[in-house]
C-alpha cells in the first residue's frame, strides 16, 4: 500500500512560500481524498506532527501520520502550480514508490457539493480536544446559532488602535443590516481576521463572539482557528463577507459543504448574494 501524506509544516518550516491558510489546507485534504478514491492502492494521510495543530486535533490514528521531520520540510509545496501535482501524483502512483510527502490547497474554491465519502474523511480533522470544544460550547451558550465570518486582510484599518463605530465599512454594515439580520433570527456568532472590527461589530449588533484574535493560524496563532472551526462546524447557518479578494473561503466555505450546512456569501467587489443551500444548490440574486 502506498501512502500520500499531506503535510501541515511548522511555522518556519515553509520557506518563502510562507505558511497557507488552515483552510486552504483542509481544501487540499479533501481533493486529494477525492483524487485518490479510484486509487485503492494508495492511501491517504494527513500529518500535523511539526506545527501545533497537531496538540489539537485528534483525529483517528489511522489517518493520522508522524512522520520523517526532514521529509517533512522538504516536502514540495503546491499552492498555484496544480497541474505540476496531478503529473507529479501520476509519477508516483504508477512508480514503485512507496511514500510521498507533499502540501497542497488543489480543489476549487467555488465547488458547492461533495462526495459523502470526501465529507466523511474531512469531518475527521474537526474532531477537537474535547476541553476546547467544550470551552467554545460555553462561551456561545446557545444552541442553535449562526455565524458571520468576515475576511478583510487588515485593510480597512490599522490594528491596535482604538476605533469607533462609524469606522465599520459602510458596505459590511449594509450587508449585515439588509441581509444578515433580515435573514436570520437566530444568536449570530461573528468572526474575523480582523479583531477590531470584529469587537466593533458585536459591540453595534449585540452579535456573540469569542474573545480572541483570529488570524488565520498560519503563523503559530492555532488555538483561536481551532475554536473559530468548532464554532463554524456546529453553527445552523453560515454568513461569510469577502471583503478582500474575490473567493469563498476554504475556511469558512468547505466548512460549510463538509457539514451541510446551508450558506450565504458575498465577495468583493460586487457583493452579489449567494446562498448555498444543504444540497449544494445555488442561488445568485442580483
Known amino acids: 500500500m502506498k501512502r500520500l501524506i499531506q503535510v501541515y509544516k511548522g511555522v518556519d518550516q515553509w520557506g518563502t512560500?510562507?505558511?497557507?491558510?488552515?483552510?486552504?489546507?483542509?481544501?487540499?485534504?479533501?481533493?486529494l481524498y477525492e483524487m485518490?478514491?479510484?486509487?485503492?492502492?494508495?492511501?491517504?494521510?494527513?500529518?500535523?506532527?511539526q506545527s501545533e495543530f497537531g496538540k489539537y486535533i485528534s483525529s483517528n490514528s489511522d489517518i493520522l501520520s508522524v512522520g520523517n521531520q526532514q521529509k517533512i520540510i522538504d516536502a514540495p509545496t503546491y499552492f498555484v502550480d496544480h497541474p505540476a501535482l496531478r503529473e507529479r501524483l501520476k509519477s508516483f502512483?504508477?512508480?514503485?514508490?512507496?511514500?510521498?510527502?507533499?502540501?497542497?490547497?488543489?480543489?476549487?474554491?467555488?465547488?458547492?457539493?461533495?462526495?459523502?465519502?470526501?465529507?466523511?474523511?474531512?469531518?475527521?480533522?474537526?474532531?477537537?480536544?474535547?476541553?476546547?470544544?467544550?470551552?467554545v460550547t460555553s462561551a456561545i451558550g446557545a444552541e442553535e446559532y449562526?455565524?458571520?465570518?468576515?475576511?478583510?486582510g487588515d485593510h480597512f484599518f490599522q490594528p491596535g488602535q482604538d476605533h469607533h463605530l462609524s469606522e465599520i465599512p459602510p458596505k459590511i454594515s449594509d450587508i449585515i443590516e439588509n441581509f444578515v439580520l433580515q435573514q436570520c433570527s437566530l444568536p449570530i456568532l461573528v468572526t474575523s481576521d480582523h479583531y477590531e472590527l470584529k469587537?466593533?461589530?458585536?459591540?453595534?449588533?449585540?452579535?456573540?463572539?469569542?474573545?480572541?484574535k483570529?488570524?488565520?493560524?498560519?503563523?503559530?496563532?492555532?488555538?483561536?482557528?481551532i475554536k473559530d472551526l468548532c464554532a463554524l462546524k456546529n453553527s445552523s447557518k453560515n454568513f461569510y463577507i469577502n471583503a478582500w479578494t474575490t473567493w469563498w473561503s476554504g475556511f469558512s466555505h468547505y466548512t460549510s459543504i463538509i457539514f451541510d450546512i446551508p450558506s450565504l456569501?458575498?465577495?468583493?467587489?460586487?457583493?452579489?448574494?449567494?446562498y448555498i443551500?444543504?444540497?449544494g444548490t445555488l442561488t445568485t440574486t442580483i
Not at 204 to 212: D, E, P, Q, S
Open 36 to 49: 485518490l478514491e479510484n486509487h485503492p492502492d494508495v492511501k491517504l494521510y494527513v500529518d500535523f506532527s
Open 199 to 212: 469587537i466593533l461589530l458585536a459591540k453595534k449588533y449585540g452579535f456573540l463572539l469569542l474573545n480572541h
Open 17 to 31: 512560500i510562507g505558511p497557507p491558510g488552515f483552510g486552504d489546507f483542509i481544501r487540499g485534504i479533501c481533493h
Open 277 to 279: 443551500s444543504r444540497d
Open 93 to 135: 502512483i504508477d512508480s514503485d514508490e512507496k511514500e510521498l510527502y507533499l502540501s497542497t490547497n488543489i480543489g476549487d474554491w467555488n465547488r458547492t457539493l461533495l462526495p459523502n465519502s470526501v465529507k466523511e474523511f474531512a469531518r475527521q480533522f474537526y474532531k477537537f480536544d474535547p476541553t476546547v470544544e467544550q470551552e
Open 146 to 152: 449562526a455565524v458571520l465570518s468576515i475576511r478583510c
Open 214 to 225: 483570529s488570524e488565520h493560524g498560519a503563523y503559530g496563532n492555532v488555538l483561536p482557528v
Open 265 to 274: 456569501n458575498f465577495r468583493h467587489p460586487e457583493y452579489i448574494p449567494e
